[in-house]
């Protein structure tokens, strides 16, 4: 995917203990596919924008890491 590799301005949509689910900018929230950040997560709230770096993906969705 193009995305892979790349810094994305993400919004959350929700943070559990597991981590933070977030879509990127142009995607719809519950039809696109969602990019997904399991570290640094703590003080992360739903509604914030954030710097993610991609650094994988499936057919629909994302995995990266929070950029300071």
């Given amino acids: 995917m193009k995305k892979v590799g790349t ?11 597991d981590g933070v689910i977030c879509r990127t900018k142009g995607d719809a929230p519950k039809i ?6 399991d570290n640094d997560f703590t ?4 509604g914030q924008l954030i710097n993610v770096l991609v ?3 499936n057919e629909y969705d994302f ?4 950029i300071s």
């Fill in 7 to 17: 810094i994305q301005k993400v919004i959350i949509d929700e943070v559990d203990e």
């Fill in 55 to 57: 650094e994988k993906s």
């Fill in 43 to 46: 003080d992360l709230k739903q």
């Fill in 32 to 37: 696109d596919g969602n990019l997904f950040i």
């Fill in 63 to 66: 995995w990266g890491v929070l």
